[in-house]
């Protein structure tokens, strides 16, 4: 389970980082006149799609460090969204920073997993021999 779990979050956190780096791309390959508003947002987004992207790409490095840096990024970006969206500010929250704390969670269950896979008192292998110490 541990091991599914680690997969889901990886796949759930790439997959959207992949998408949050289409609009970055774009945003800096044009240049678009914005007001002052449009700006800071895209600003923001901007920042918060880098940090979670970041820490997309430290699930592969440390994925002890990852779990919180995704968990605080896509609770920051849903805020943001939140705050920034004029309609539909749930649909805006659970999009940008959803995928990101889903991630999160699944790299923590994968963690409790993994800790807790071979550590029951109860634990008895094929053969009838107790392994639980």
């Not at 999009?95 to 990101?100: A, D, H, I, L, N």
């Given at each position: 389970m541990a091991k599914v779990t680690g997969v889901a979050a990886r796949v759930i956190g790439v997959g959207a980082?992949?998408?949050?780096?289409?609009?970055?791309?774009?945003?800096?390959?044009t240049d678009e006149g914005l007001d002052s508003e449009a700006l800071a947002e895209?600003?923001?987004?901007?920042?918060?799609?880098v940090a979670n992207i970041?820490?997309?790409s430290v699930i592969f490095i440390r994925e002890r460090l990852a779990a919180p840096w995704l968990l605080i990024t896509g609770?920051?970006?849903?805020?943001?969204?939140?705050i920034t969206a004029g309609r539909n500010q749930l649909l805006a929250a659970a999009?940008?920073?959803?995928?990101?704390i889903a991630s999160a969670?699944?790299?923590?269950?994968?963690?409790?997993?993994?800790?807790?896979?071979?550590?029951r008192p109860d634990a008895v292998q094929s053969d009838g021999a107790d392994i639980s110490g």
């Open positions: 980082a992949a998408l949050w780096a289409i609009p970055l791309v774009a945003g800096v390959a895209s600003i923001g987004i901007a920042l918060f799609g970041t820490g997309v609770v920051a970006f849903c805020i943001f969204a939140i999009v940008s920073g959803g995928p990101f969670l699944l790299l923590y269950l994968s963690r409790r997993f993994e800790h807790h896979r071979g550590h």
